[in-house]
């Protein structure tokens, strides 16, 4: 079985949003905003008293609120390796060299591609192509028609209940990918980026 290191995360998910400006590396979450404009004021108005943004289909959403459905678990900033003869994708425990392994968000978010060029740009339209986020992951459950989990900081109001529900990156962390080499990435192998929590499920 031949590995090589799968493509970097997603642009978005380890980045703006709830935490500090940065950028997301190997395996780090980028996602590309929906090329929408911010709602006007009058539009904010209008859904202040409809449906809550995050229950609204994906593509009615504004780069803003795009944006604000990560809930920076970090996971999908974590190294990932492909087989080559099969595509099977592997998850690792060692973080994109931008991942603050704290806060679980990119540490450069508006330059995160100058330092990890093929970080993923996460749209809309690539939703249903790429296949190493995690199960948890807001976008995913929102593009398959699912609400958000109860941890979700938009439903909990605290960005800490992420972490909480044991879904966060944080604490699990091994290695910085700088800090690995290629060949011994696969001893990091491991099986929890890709589930639920136990005690995440709802």
């Known amino acids: 079985m031949a590995l090589k290191k799968g493509e970097n995360a997603p642009d978005h998910a380890a980045g703006a949003g709830n935490r500090p400006n940065q ?4 395996g780090s979450k980028h996602l590309e905003r929906a090329e929408k404009p911010l709602s006007s004021s009058s539009h904010s108005v209008a859904r202040q008293t409809e449906t809550p943004f995050w229950e609204q289909p994906l593509s009615d959403l504004t780069r803003a609120e795009w944006e604000q459905l990560c809930d920076g678990c970090g ?3 974590l190294v990932k390796l492909e087989d080559e003869d099969t595509g099977a994708i592997y998850h690792t425990s060692v973080a994109c060299k931008l991942l603050d392994q704290e806060s679980c ?3 450069d978010y508006p330059r995160r591609r100058r330092y990890v060029p ?3 740009r996460l749209t809309l339209e690539k939703l249903a192509d790429i296949p190493w986020l995690p199960p948890t992951c807001a976008y995913v459950l929102r593009f398959r028609g699912k609400p958000l989990p109860p941890w979700h900081p938009l ?3 605290d960005p800490e209940s992420v972490s909480r529900a044991g879904v966060s990156a944080r604490g699990r962390i091994e290695a910085g ?3 690995v080499d290629t060949d011994d990435l696969p001893d990091f192998i491991r099986l929890w980026p890709k ?7 709802f």
Do not use: L, Q, Y
């Not at 950028?23 to 190997?26: A, D, I, Q, R």
């Not at 589930?195 to 499920?201: C, L």
């Open 75 to 77: 996971r999908c900033c």
């Open 118 to 120: 093929d970080c993923v």
């Open 155 to 157: 439903i909990s109001g």
């Open 195 to 201: 589930r639920w929590p136990k005690k995440a499920r």
């Open 105 to 107: 968000r990119c540490g």
């Open 23 to 26: 950028e997301n590396g190997t």
């Open 177 to 179: 990918e700088d800090d």
